[in-house]
Structures are given as C-alpha cells and as structure tokens.
C-alpha cells in the first residue's frame, strides 16, 4: 500500500463545546443563538425543556411535507378507484351506477389507507431530508469525549461552514458561556 | 409566551401561590343558582310535555337526560385515564373533570326516575308500541275504513312498504305483513331474556351504583389529597384504575344497549356501545376546554393551564373525532354495505324514512362533525389559538347535542323540534351543572395536593 503523504492540509470543521449540566448549555446555547449563528446544533442525553426556543428554532416543517404526501395519497386513490371501476372497466358492484357519487363509501377504506401510508411515506422521508439523513459519518464522531453525549454530558458543536464562524472568536464565545472544554475539531482537506 | 406571564394574582391570597379556590364574592360562588333555576325552567316545560304528549316525552327526555350524562360520564373516562396513563400534563386540568364527575351518584338516579315511568312508551319491546303497529298495518292495507294515522304517514312506513306488494291481493299482502311481524317478534322474543323490565331496570341501578361508586372514590382520592398531600392516594388512584375502567366499559356499552340500540328492538350493531364511547369522550374533551377557558378568563385557574394543556387538550378533541368518525363509519360502512333490510332499517329512519326529515341532520353529521372539524383542528396554530380552539370546541359540543337527538328522536318518528325537547335538554343539564357549580364551592380547582402537579405545570409540548 502506498504511504500517504504526511503533510497534509488540515482545516477546522467542527467545534465541540462541552457542558455539565443542563442549565449550562441551555444559557449557552442562547447565547449562540443571539450571536447570529445557523448551522449549530445541541447534543444532549435527555429532551432538555425550553431548548427550542433556546436555540431559537422555528416549528418544523414536516407537516407540510406530510399533508402534500397525504393529499397526494388521498387524490391517488380516488383516481385509481375511479379510473378503474368506473371508466376503464365500468363494474357494477351492490346495484350502484358505475362512478356514480353512491359508491364513494366503498372507496373510503382505499382512500384512507392510502392517506395514511403516504402520510408514513412522507413523515419517514420527510424527516430524513430535514435532518440530512442519511450520511455516513459527521465530524463530531472524531471526538472521543462525544461519546459522553448519551450519558452524563451536554454539547453544542457549531460547524465551520456557519458565516459567523471564526476560529478563534467562536470558541472563545463558548468557553465564556461557562463550557467544561473546547475542542476544535479538523478534517482534511482533499 | 405571553400566557407565561405571572397573572395568577387574583386566584388567590395565599403568600405561597394561588389557591385556586372560588372567592365568595366572584359570580362563580353563585352560577349554580343561575343552573339550578334554568334547570328548574327547563323541568317546568318538560313536565308540561309529560302531560300533553305522552308519546313523545320519553324520547325527549331520554335525549336530554343522556346529553348531560355523558358529560359526567365522559369526565370519569378522563380522570381514569389519566390515572391509568401515570400522565403527569393533565393534572391541572384533572380536577374541573373531577368536579363534573362528582355529582354522578346524586343527580342521575333521581332524574332517571321520568324514564323508568315511561318506559312502555319508549321500547317497542315493552308492548305498548307494537299494539299501535298491528292497527296501523290493518289500515296501510285499507282492510278497513280508518285513515292512516298522520304520525304513521309522517314515520314514513307507508312509503316503505314495496310497490309491488301494494299491487297484489289484500289477502296475500296481509299474509306478507303476518309473516313479517312474525318474524320481527321472534327477533324480540329472542331477546326477551335480556330485555324485560325487571331486569333492564335490575341493569340500571348497578350501572348507577357503579358509577356513583367509581366517582365517589376518585373524587375522595383526589380531594383528600389537597389536605394530606399523601403519595398514597395517587399510588391507590393508579392501581386502581384498570379495575375502574373496565367497570366504565361494561356499563358504558351495556347502558348504550339498553337505552338507546333496544329503542329499535329488531336492529342489530355490535359496534353501538363504542360508537356512544366516542361521542362521550369527544364531547368531555370539547366541554373540558370551553369550562375551563371560562374559568381561566375569570382569574380562578391563574397559570395552571396554559397554551401548552390546551394544545394537549385540541389533540386530543383532534383525535377523539378522527376516532368518532372511525367507528361511525365503521358501524354504517358494514351496514350499508351487506344491504339487509333488518339492519339498514336504522339508517333508513335517518334517511329516507320518516319523510327524509332526518337527511339534513345526518348530512351535518358528517360535514361538521368530522369534515370541517378536521381540516379546521388539524394546524398546530389553531390548537394553540385559544379563540380558534375554542371555536372548534363550541362546534363539537353542538354537534354532540344534534348527534344525541339524531341517535334518540328517529325512533319517535319525523324531526319536528319541539319547545318540549328543549325543556328536556335544559332542565336536565341545569340541574346537572347547578350540582357541579355547587361541588366547586368548597375545592381547589386545581389538585393543589397532587404531587405530581409541579409536573403539569411545567409542561412544554415539544
């Protein structure tokens, strides 16, 4: 195997904050919001109250991605039924005209299931889009002390693509908003 | 939020925090006079119906009477769940449930009494009413001179009868019509093991003492819990519960199916006792939002519930009627579907029956007991508008009203709203809620002892 190259360019990416309670990283992650930053996030082990509004985040919008899937899947069914019982291969089913309003109730099971499985179809896919799922790997992973994230630890880690970013100022904004430890974290660049 | 503000000052005098109690001087210590003379009004008018139209009281005061029994009923299903769920969101809320539950055991034994006295005129099973059917059969046919009665005429059985018995001999259709009544009577005689009075009556009473009791015992829970502040009592309340609720579905279903299926004897659905389970828990959840947005607009509920328990509260009125609609559709989809004359006769009387007099009713059903409620309370913005969700509220307890009258007064015969079924509705409900104003003299409307309760008042909904 060939050696690589051992003066590799590297470049910061991430920056890792670390807190010890849940208060700690609640005020800082207000503070991080007030300075304007966007591409940040918190890792914490449990559902910290009041951290939405800390971080200032808008409500999700999966809802509206779910009801396009679920109308679409209402919509879709209705055409299919139609289409096929009452135009392509009119089929007289219980004394009713085929396509006729009398048969929407036997259409009712169809156009819920379809509703709701696109409406699953779109709150699975959904949520994938918005959280950028999948991939497979995220800077943070490089940080042995993450790991503490699911059990006693608090973390907010602030991306180095967030215009805000600078490399000293932002740890410092950190650091004084009462972090347990700063690491900067880097990746090479290819 | 604006509600999290500190604005509880006026619920209390206590240093530490509000008491939540109802002061002497605020107009709450005395609405349940207000109810108590609506309700006596109301009475007034239905004792009147009693005297001019002895058949159409029962079915009037069958609707009024299970309107404001399923408010109670349906507060008892919520407190039982919250019990049964460890839920800690709704305890502030838990106790304006508890008040419209406690008066169970006091107020409905006694103004069940009209219903027992009329029961002949009400069940087609008791007699009374098939002795009326056979004459009005004879005149359908014209075997003799008498006309048909106009209340026959405007049931619709004329109409109902197939075009090509009228055509064939008398003798042949008589035959027909024997066979058919035959064949109904053995439906009911079938059914005469369950349905006899002695034993519906026999019925009655142990739902009423098992209500009365389960009530009873959770109400003490509760209240005794603002004094002792004792764990235990949750610890008794939780365990408890399973044993509670299916106490509440037995009776529930069981007084579903004994005053309300059996007013038509020969109809048949299984589904009937969770059909009436879910206009109960939509309507307590609709009437728990109205009840307590008043009572939080007079300054008596402080910060106990706020946008977050509301929003928890419009969940679940949301989920209540996608569940509502379920089995509404489930019970006519079935029917409808097999097309058995025996079973559709039930929806026919909503439908084409009666004149269609019902048609509108049953159209309103499904627009604005499902279609707009559901697209109005579907946003997360509206559950967390207090006007929007209160309007969505005050949709769904009118519709429970309409939807009572549409289960009960079908079997009475065309829809003719009469100052009597009015009179019935308020003079049960007022005395109803003058009993639950009553009870709320002399508690917390917060269970101010509940351990638990910190929990519920730092809810967040994510």
Redesign the interface.
């Known amino acids: 195997m060939e050696a690589r190259p051992t003066s590799r360019r590297r470049t910061p990416s991430i920056i890792l904050a670390e807190y010890k309670s849940a208060h700690d990283v609640l005020h800082a992650a207000e503070k991080v919001r007030d300075a304007g930053y966007v591409r940040w996030d918190t890792h914490t082990p449990f559902p910290v109250h009041g951290m939405d509004r800390a971080m200032g985040l808008r409500d999700s919008r999966l809802g509206w991605i779910v009801i396009v899937f679920a109308l679409t899947g209402l919509t879709g069914a209705f055409a299919m039924m139609h289409w096929m019982n009452g135009v392509d291969y009119p089929t007289v089913v219980g004394d009713k005209p085929p396509g006729a309003p009398q048969t929407l109730p036997s259409m009712v099971p169809i156009l819920f299931e379809l509703t709701i499985l696109l409406s699953a179809f779109g709150a699975v896919l959904g949520m994938f889009h918005l959280n950028r799922l999948p991939r497979h790997h995220h800077p943070v992973f490089e940080s042995d002390r993450f790991r503490l994230a699911s059990d006693d630890r608090f973390f907010i880690s602030i991306e180095a693509d967030d215009p805000k970013f600078d490399v000293d100022k932002t740890p410092a904004l950190l650091a004084g908003a009462h972090a347990a430890n700063v690491e900067v974290i880097e990746e090479d660049v290819s | 939020m604006s509600t999290k503000g500190k604005q509880s000052s006026q619920a209390g005098d206590g240093a530490n925090g509000p008491n939540y109690r109802i002061p002497a001087n605020s107009p709450w210590a005395g609405a349940w006079k207000i109810a108590a003379a609506i309700g006596v009004v109301g009475l007034a008018i239905a004792a009147y119906g009693w005297a001019t139209d002895k058949d159409r009281f029962p079915f009037s005061y069958l609707f009024g009477y299970f309107v404001s029994l399923s408010l109670a009923l349906g507060a008892l299903f919520f407190v039982l769940v919250l019990y049964i769920t460890k839920a800690s969101w709704g305890i502030s809320v838990r106790r304006v449930a508890e008040l419209l539950m406690r008066p169970i055991g006091q107020v409905f034994p006694l103004l069940v009494i009209p219903l027992v006295l009329t029961m002949p005129q009400l069940f087609p099973w008791m007699g009374a009413k098939h002795a009326v059917q056979e004459t009005t059969s004879e005149q359908r046919h014209g075997t003799t001179e008498k006309k048909a009665s106009p209340l026959d005429e405007a049931r619709g059985l004329a109409s109902r009868e197939p075009a090509a018995l009228r055509d064939l001999p008398v003798a042949s259709a008589t035959r027909m019509d024997k066979a058919e009544e035959a064949h109904e009577q053995k439906i009911v005689d079938h059914k005469r093991a369950w349905m006899n009075k002695g034993f519906v009556i026999g019925r009655l009473i142990a739902y009423l003492l098992i209500w009365w009791w389960l009530s009873d015992r959770y109400f003490v829970w509760s209240s005794e819990q603002d004094k002792t502040k004792a764990f235990e009592n949750t610890v008794a309340a939780q365990r408890f519960s399973p044993a509670a609720l299916m106490l509440f579905a037995v009776t529930l279903t069981f007084f579903a199916f004994d005053w309300l299926l059996s007013l038509n004897a020969t109809w048949y659905s299984t589904i009937f006792g969770v059909y009436i389970f879910a206009q109960t828990s939509l309507f307590l959840m609709a009437s728990l939002i109205l009840i307590t947005l008043v009572l939080r607009k007079s300054g008596l509920l402080g910060d106990a519930v706020n946008v977050e328990h509301y929003h928890d509260m419009g969940k679940l009125l949301f989920g209540w009627i996608v569940f509502w609609s379920y089995i509404a559709?489930a019970q006519?989809?079935l029917i409808?579907?097999s097309?058995i004359p025996e079973e559709t006769a039930w929806f026919h009387q909503r439908w084409s029956d009666n004149g269609g007099t019902w048609k509108v009713t049953s159209l309103a059903l499904v627009v604005m007991h499902f279609f707009v409620p559901f697209w109005f309370l579907?946003?997360?913005n509206t559950k967390r508008r207090l006007s929007l969700l209160a309007a969505g509220a005050v949709c769904m307890v009118v519709m429970h009203i309409v939807e009572v009258y549409w289960v009960v007064m079908p079997n009475f015969g065309p829809l003719q709203p009469n100052i009597v079924d009015l009179g019935c509705l308020l003079g049960v409900l007022g005395v109803y809620l003058s009993a639950v104003f009553y009870g709320m003299r002399d508690v917390a409307l917060v269970p101010v002892g509940d351990p638990r309760l910190l929990r519920a008042l730092?809810f967040?909904n994510?």
């Open positions: 559709f006519f989809f409808w579907y097309n579907l946003s997360r730092d967040e994510a």
